[in-house]
C-alpha cells in the first residue's frame, strides 16, 4: 500500500482541457433561501510557513446551514432528478419542487453517507417535503448521526465500511419499485446521470472562487488542493481548472488509510482498494467513483497521501488563523505542505506562487 513517501507526478496533466456545466447551477443556488456566496480567506502566516507567495482559502465551514459544502451538490441533483421524474423542466425551485411533491405518489429519497452528504440529501428532502432514508457506517460520529436524524430522515446502521454501507442501500433501494429515488454521490454502471449533477452543484463553489479571486485583484493560482474521497469534489475542482486561461497544478489529497485515487492513478486501474480508520472520515471511501476516474486520470497534476497526525495538525494550524475546519478540511493545507515539500522544483512552484485550500467542512461536522 502506498504511503506518505508516495508522490505521483503527471506532466501532461495541464494541457488537458474540460468544460464547466454552466451558470445554470449557480442560478439555482442563487434561488435557495439564505444563499450567499462562502468566504475566500487570506492566511498570510500560512503563506510564510510554507514559503510561498499567498494561500488563499475557500471556506465552505458554513454554507446554506450546513457545517459542509455537500448541499450544493444534493440539492441541485436532487431538483434535477424530481424535475425530471416529474416532468417540470430544468430550471425549478425549492418551492416548486415542494408544490410538486404534493400533487405526485410520495417518494423517498434514499443514499449512503460518511456524514455530510446523508445531512445535505436530508435537509434537502425535508424542505422539499419528501421522505429520506439514511445509511451510515458504524465508525460515524455520534454526533454526525445526531444531525442526519434531527434533519427528520430515517437513519439505518450498518457495521461495515463505507463501500459496504453503500452496497447495502443499492440493493435495499432496488427493492422500492418506484418509491424510491437513490441520490449517491458516486457513479456505478448504469448510475451517472445523478452524480453527474452532484458534480455540476460544486461548480457553484468554484464560480463563487473565480469571482472573489477577481475581487482581490490578483486572479492568478499556482497550485490548487482538492480534497478526494470517492473523487466527486476532486472532479468538479479539476473541471473548474482545467477550463480557465491559465491552469494550475491541481493536486488531489487523500488519507493513508483510504488511498482509492493515488492508487488508481498509479495503476492506471480505478478499483476499490482496503480502508482503515481515519480522523478524515469524509475521505475514507475505497472505491472511486466511475464517473470522476476519467476526469482524474487525465486531468490531476499531483497526488498525495496524509496521515491523521498531518491532518490534526492543521486543524490546529487553521484555527490558530481563525478557521474552523475539521480534518477532511485541513487535509487540504497537510497536502499543500507535503506537495510543496518533495515537488515543489518539479511542478514549478516557487516563492512566488499562489495556493488554493478547499476547507470542506466545520470541526463540527467531524468531531475529533
Known sequence: METTDTVYLNPPARQHRLTGPGEQVLAYHRSLPGYAPTPLIELPAIASALGVRRVLLKDESSRLGLPAFKILGASYAIARALAARWGLGAAVTVERLRAAAAEHPPVT???????????????????????????????????????????GAEVRELDAPYDDVVAAMREHASEQATDGLVIQDTAWPGYHEIPGWIVDGYSTMLAELECQLSETGDARVDLALAPAGVGSLAQAIVTHFRGVEEPPVVAVVEPVAAPAILHALTTGVPRAVPTGRTVMLGLNCGTPSELAWPVLRDGVDAAVLVDDDEALCAVRELREAGVDSGPCGAATLAGARRVLDRARGPLGLDGDSTVVLFNTESLAANPV
Open 109 to 151: 429519497l434514499i443514499c449512503a453517507t460518511d456524514g455530510n452528504h446523508g445531512r445535505a440529501v436530508a435537509r434537502t428532502a425535508a424542505a422539499i417535503g419528501l421522505g429520506c432514508r439514511v445509511f451510515i457506517p458504524g465508525t460515524l460520529t455520534a454526533q454526525a448521526k445526531r444531525a442526519i436524524a434531527a434533519e
